[in-house]
Nanobody
Framework: QVQLVESGGGSVQAGGSLRLSCAFS?????MAWFRQALGKEREGVAR???????SYADSVKGRFTISKDNAKSTLYLQMNSLKPEDTAMYYC???????????????????WGQGTQVTVSS
């Protein structure tokens, strides 16, 4: 049974840092973090291929880092220099295929976690 379980969200002041975790079972060629702010569309944040290649949304480049610890079956999102506009529900996603889909369309991603809330205050 596929499971993606996020944790690590919380409230932080602008300029602060948080590290999100996504515990997963199984093997996935590609995993990603998305976020969805209240009243807005879901947005792709960061993507990680099994060969280590990453890609990021322009809005988080230089501030966020996606990584994975295969021994712990955990995907991470290190978020630094947080801004109020980073406030959102953050979701972990995985693709079952042998390729790395683009962020959109969302149905390219087969598995989703339940989300963890990040709130950044000014």
């Amino acid at each position: 049974q596929v499971q993606l379980v996020e944790s690590g969200g919380g409230s932080v002041q602008a300029g602060g840092s948080l590290r999100l975790s996504c515990a997963f079972s199984g093997y996935y060629y590609c995993m990603a973090w998305f976020r969805q702010a209240l009243g807005k569309e879901r947005e792709g944040v960061a993507r990680l291929r099994s060969d280590g290649r990453t890609s990021y949304a322009d809005s988080v480049k230089g501030r966020f880092t996606i990584s994975k610890d295969n021994a712990k079956s955990t995907l991470y999102l290190q978020m630094n220099s947080l801004k109020p506009e980073d406030t959102a529900m953050y979701y972990c996603a995985a693709s079952s295929g042998d390729y790395c889909p683009t962020f959109y369309p969302y149905n390219s991603w087969d598995y989703w976690g339940q989300g963890t809330q990040v709130t950044v205050s000014s």
